[in-house]
C-alpha cells in the first residue's frame, strides 16, 4: 500500500509529510524531530491500498521534548 503520515502542529498547520510504500502488517516510519519545535504534534495515516481503496488512521498525538 501507499502510505502517507502527516504531521500537524498544536494549531493545525501541516509540518511534515512521509511517502512511503509498505507491504501489509505491522510497519515503521521514522520521523526526524530534531527540525520541529519542542511541543505537542499530531499525525493521520494515509493509506492507499492496492485494491484502490482507502483509509485513514488517527488523529494520533505525540510530544517533542529537547
Known sequence: AD????????TGSLVDTIDESKTAGW?????NVGKFAAGAYYYL???KHAS??????????FLVLH
Not at 502510505?3 to 498544536?10: E, G, L, P
Not at 484502490?52 to 498525538?61: D, N, R, T, V
Request: hydrophobic share 40%; glycine share 8%; aromatic share 8%.
Open 27 to 31: 510497519q515503521m516510519a521514522n520521523v
Open 3 to 10: 502510505v502517507s503520515i502527516k504531521i500537524f502542529n498544536q
Open 52 to 61: 484502490g481503496s482507502s483509509e485513514i488512521q488517527g488523529p494520533e498525538k
Open 45 to 47: 495515516i494515509y493509506v
